[in-house]
């Protein structure tokens, strides 16, 4: 089994739900410390971000919250399924939902870089 750190990682994203902000051009970089994972995030249509998550096993459990260049200020909630490529790369399987609008949510998938 592969042990999971998130210092000094970073992530794009590789496919988004219709309801997402992130897209191509934002890059997510993490820190891990014990079972505390944060990450801050910008780029695209995200003018800046942060994320703060508990580490369970090969899962996230993760809020957010970000600005957008429309400056909307936007958070959510989201469970994040980690697996690795052939090449022990992570991915990230999101499950998330907008908190502002309940039932808007979706799935975002990302992969380190």
């Not at 592969?2 to 988004?16: D, P, W």
């Not at 989201?78 to 309940?102: G, Q, R, S, Y």
């Not at 808007?104 to 992969?111: A, L, M, V």
Request: glycine share 8%.
């Amino acid at each position: 089994m592969t042990k999971i750190n998130f210092t000094n990682k970073k992530f794009k994203l590789l496919e988004n739900s219709k309801n997402g902000e992130a897209d191509s051009k934002t890059v997510f970089e993490y820190a891990q410390k014990e079972d505390v994972v944060t990450a801050n995030y910008q780029g695209g249509a995200i003018r800046t971000g942060n994320i703060i998550a508990r580490l369970e096993g090969h899962q996230l459990y993760m809020v957010y919250q970000c600005l957008t260049m429309n400056n909307e200020l936007k958070s959510g909630k989201a469970t994040a399924d980690i697996t690795f490529t052939e090449d022990n790369k992570m991915k990230l399987l999101l499950h998330w939902e907008w908190l502002k609008t309940p039932g808007h949510s979706g799935k975002s998938e990302y992969i380190e870089i």
